[in-house]
């Protein structure tokens, strides 16, 4: 190779996981000192045109034509984030020597796949390791090994051409590096499960920079492996590939349903207590929306079956009964391919594959950026009247409020159960196994719009999901990660808290991988029970 690597790499395991210059302070005062005088200076134009020389991929600079492209996020609410670098690492190897250099300098540092965080933590001002050059999507037989840069929609296209599927989600510009770390909820999750329970193996580079192979096995770093099963990115190291189960292609039958807001209550009634306890072969989420100075809200059921449509429409019909009164609204497809109900349900039936991305991902990309503020919540017994009522009346709050420019707003659930509600809590990192569905609460606006509105946003759906306090389980979803939640340890991971914390400390000591809601950062607030 004719890079310089900044430190060697322990390619089988974890017995040198401290921080190279601290490890050798005691018998090398001078390494000692070269590394204290390196963290107070910081890295030199001559440091970074090093890091540059030794890596395959490009590292992209301030100043560079591409910067402005490079450093964004999804969400442009972090378009303030300069990075001082951006690296497009095309292995394992460029990530170890991209660790080294953050070592070295004590430079803040982030992994970013897709750039989907909520808080904005898969961005930094320091250096971004950004894997989405590890795109690959190769199936043989049963099994997919996916690099971590792969978006979900080219994972469900790749998959799709070898007549194959995983579950997964809906966003088609997400990583399915953070989709799998944080768990994987998605549309044929209740009955194939979530992305993360069905995962093989993974390729991951840890604090030390050694690159490990981690499974369910005992002697491949298994307790790393059941870490990386919700346990959340950016907490134990930077995966570079994935290998995942897989599951003949199915062809979903996709519907859509709406009815006038006045049968929102019987609708939210007759919904929670159809889709969490449906066949496995159903998935089914709720909608209701608002706009600031809007007309009436909007209350719309969709989802999909693996199955024919006239199971469908059967299954249809029982919901029909329950509420009461059929929908004004009804679409009801034939099955569909695999790849078409999944670019249905990213919005992208009328752009097709090439144009689900973003335009400088993909040449003919025309998907763009969207701000966007959100919470979560699980749910583990049906709402009562009285949430029923609670939930209904902020949506029809957003309706008084002064907001932004484009302002929209509202919940929407993702029914559970079936295969996500069979696996034990402790399985996996997942703990999230006991709901009926799931909840996140979402404003969105025009980017560039006022900040008073967006401000007046924001603080409805703070006061909108406090109000749902008492009705939800306490618990949220890691991937919807929020700044705001105080006991986010328990939200996030309940009695797999303890756990992680434990193999956090194994494989990185120090410390490195950190974020304002890293594992093991900060105290608990309450016991973690579950």
């Not at 320091?126 to 840069?149: C, E, P, Y």
């Not at 306890?277 to 089914?284: E, G």
């Not at 679409?331 to 078409?340: A, G, K, V």
């Not at 049906?382 to 002064?402: C, E, F, K, Y």
Request: glycine residues 14%.
């Amino acid at each position: 190779m004719k890079r310089r690597a900044f430190l060697g790499i322990a390619a089988g395991g974890v017995a040198a996981v401290a921080v190279p210059g601290v490890a050798r302070a005691a018998t090398d005062g001078s390494l000692a000192s070269s590394s204290i005088l390196a963290r107070l200076t910081g890295p030199t134009p001559a440091d970074w045109t090093a890091l540059a020389r030794d890596l395959a991929g490009p590292l992209v600079r301030p100043g560079e034509a591409s910067y402005g492209t490079a450093r964004l996020l999804f969400d442009p609410r972090f378009d303030g984030q300069r990075p001082a670098g951006i690296a497009y690492v095309k292995s394992a190897h460029d990530v170890s020597t991209c660790l080294a250099f953050v070592r070295k300098f004590g430079l803040p540092f982030a992994a970013r796949s897709g750039g989907h965080s909520y808080a904005g933590w898969s961005g930094t001002n320091g250096l971004i390791i950004d894997v989405s050059d590890l795109k690959t999507v190769a199936v043989s037989g049963a099994t997919a090994a996916v690099g971590a840069g792969t978006r979900l929609i080219d994972f469900y296209h790749g998959l799709a051409a070898k007549g194959r599927a995983v579950p997964g989600g809906s966003c088609p510009t997400v990583g399915i590096a953070g989709l799998t770390l944080g768990g994987g909820v998605g549309v044929t999750a209740r009955a194939n499960g979530l992305t993360c329970d069905n995962l093989e193996s993974l390729q991951i580079v840890t604090a030390n920079g050694a690159v490990l192979t981690a499974t369910p096995d005992p002697r491949h770093y298994s307790d790393l492996f059941w870490a990386c099963q919700g346990g959340g990115g950016g907490n134990f190291g930077v995966v570079t590939a994935f290998t995942f189960r897989t599951v003949p292609a199915p062809e979903p039958v996709l519907f859509s349903l709406s009815w006038p807001w006045s049968h929102a209550a019987r609708v939210v009634a007759a919904w929670q207590s159809w889709a969490p306890h449906a066949p496995d072969a159903l998935w089914s989420n709720l909608h209701l929306a608002a706009a600031p100075g809007g007309r009436v809200p909007t209350v719309n059921v969709g989802g999909c079956y693996l199955g024919s449509d006239g199971e469908a429409a059967n299954l249809l019909n029982q919901l029909y009964a329950k509420v009461g009164a059929s929908p004004s609204s009804h679409f009801l497809s034939f099955p569909q391919p695999f790849l078409t109900a999944m670019l249905a349900e990213a919005g992208c039936s009328s752009l097709g594959y090439q144009a689900c991305h973003l335009p400088w991902y993909v040449s003919g990309g025309k998907l763009s950026r969207q701000p966007q503020f959100a919470k979560s919540d699980y749910f583990t017994t049906p709402l009562s009247t009285a949430g029923i009522n609670t939930l209904l009346a902020g949506i029809v709050a957003l309706q008084r409020v002064h907001g932004a420019a484009g302002g929209v707003g509202g919940i929407a659930f993702d029914a559970l159960g079936g295969a996500v509600n069979r696996v034990k809590p402790n399985a996996t990192a997942f703990v999230h196994r006991n709901a009926l569905f799931g909840a996140q609460y979402t404003t969105d606006w025009t980017n560039g719009a006022s900040s008073a509105g967006i401000n007046n946003q924001h603080a409805w759906l703070r006061s909108y999901w406090a109000s749902m306090r008492r009705y939800a389980s306490g618990q949220a979803y890691q991937n919807y990660i929020d700044p705001d939640l105080t006991n986010w340890q328990q939200a996030y991971y309940g009695g797999n808290y303890a756990r992680l914390v434990g193999i956090k400390k194994k494989y990185d000591p120090t410390g490195l991988f950190t974020f304002p809601q890293a594992i093991g950062t900060g105290k608990p607030t309450v016991a973690v029970t579950g």
